[in-house]
């Protein structure tokens, strides 16, 4: 029995060691599936046209990977691109997404995107004024009022959808608070529009005036 673990004991350890890395080099070639996150790229947008539906920004693909590829370094340049180079007239127009749009490491194998489509609709790019409206926060300090109020330029330039600017009313500021002010102050403050698929065409930051009264107090009767 002794002669059986002691005999060749060279030949053995050599086939231990040959059969272990045998192991580990099976089980570092098996491929696991895993879901990830990855954003979508549109590019090619056209010139006389904007989305006016709302855009996805990201999908998820259940792909397959030795472990090692699957770790978010490896993916942090994956991506769906989305090229909207053929469209040419307002619409509906629906995109595949498959692995030919597909943005992937070497040695991850796509099984599959969800969604599997993208549908967009496309309308005219319009351009129009709307007024700018003041937003304040809090209330005067007591005994004061809001005399006069001024706001320079009065309108500002937004484009985007056509159903979407034609939607609009106006851009308003970002809020002024009216606890501390007494007499006349001036602020530069950010305009904001409530579509985000709409836009303001340059500078967004406008100039308000604001003159503030002492509340008359009624005399007192003798």
């Known amino acids: 029995m002794k002669a059986l673990f002691t005999e060749n004991i060279g030949m ?3 086939s231990l060691a ?3 890395m045998l192991w580990v080099a099976v089980v570092g070639e098996q491929e696991l599936s895993s879901s990830v996150s990855v954003p979508i790229e549109y590019k090619n947008f056209p010139k006389t046209l904007e989305v006016s539906s709302e855009m996805v920004s990201r999908v998820n693909l259940l792909v397959q990977a030795p472990p090692e590829k699957l770790e978010a370094g490896n993916l942090a340049d994956a991506a769906l691109v989305v090229d909207l180079s053929e469209v040419n007239r307002p ?3 629906t995109f595949n997404l498959d692995r030919q749009s597909l943005r992937l490491p070497q040695g991850v194998t796509l099984e599959r ?3 599997s489509q993208l549908r967009l609709r496309f309308e005219q790019r319009t ?7 003041i937003r304040y926060a809090n209330t005067p300090m007591p005994g ?3 005399l006069k109020q001024e706001v320079q330029p009065e309108v500002l330039r937004v484009v985007g959808p056509q159903s979407r600017v034609e939607g609009l009313q106006s851009a308003e500021t970002d809020p002024i608070d009216l606890s501390g002010i007494l007499g006349e102050s001036e602020f530069r403050v950010n305009t904001f529009v409530a579509d985000g698929q709409v836009r303001i065409e340059g500078p967004s930051v406008v100039r308000v ?3 503030m009264e002492r509340i008359a107090q009624p005399a007192l009767e003798q």
Not at 127 to 133: F, K
């Open 12 to 14: 053995k350890v050599l």
């Open 18 to 20: 040959l059969a272990s």
């Open 91 to 93: 619409g509906e127009r």
């Open 113 to 115: 995107v969800i969604p």
């Open 127 to 133: 351009a129009r004024d709307v007024p700018v409206i």
């Open 144 to 146: 004061y009022r809001i």
């Open 209 to 211: 005036r604001i003159v």
